[in-house]
Nanobody
């Protein structure tokens, strides 16, 4: 599965961005999708995830109520809507995929496939 994240950019504090993760596989609907981010000098961390069918979503405490994960399996694409962005949200954002029901949604090691990352910068 090849993943390509897009939609990053520069936004002011309190602004919004929508990230997309386009997948190459026609079996995309069988994969859970996770979103992670990595800020300069920090470890990569979990942000959000959505189950293969879209029925279940998971969020880091730091983004709950501000970020929304969704997907359109007909278009082999997952989305991360980010509202009320803060400077501390600045990072490279990655999407990742894992087989449905295999491993924790929250663990980096659970994911088999990764996109290249897209930069999100929130200015104060």
């Amino acid at each position: 599965v090849q993943l390509q994240a897009s939609g990053g950019g520069l936004v002011q504090d309190g602004g919004s961005l929508s990230l997309s993760c386009a997948a190459s596989a026609r079996t995309f609907s069988s994969y859970d999708v996770g979103w992670f981010r990595q800020a300069p000098g920090k470890e990569r961390e979990f942000v959000a995830a959505i189950s293969w069918g879209g029925a279940h979503t998971y969020y880091a405490d730091s983004v709950k109520g501000r970020f929304t994960s969704s997907r359109d399996n007909a278009k082999n694409t997952a989305f991360l809507q980010m509202n009320s962005l803060k400077p501390e949200d600045t990072a490279v954002y990655y999407c990742a995929a894992k087989g449905g029901a295999s491993g924790s949604y929250y663990r980096i090691g659970s994911y088999d496939y990764w996109g290249q990352g897209t930069q999100v910068t929130v200015s104060s």
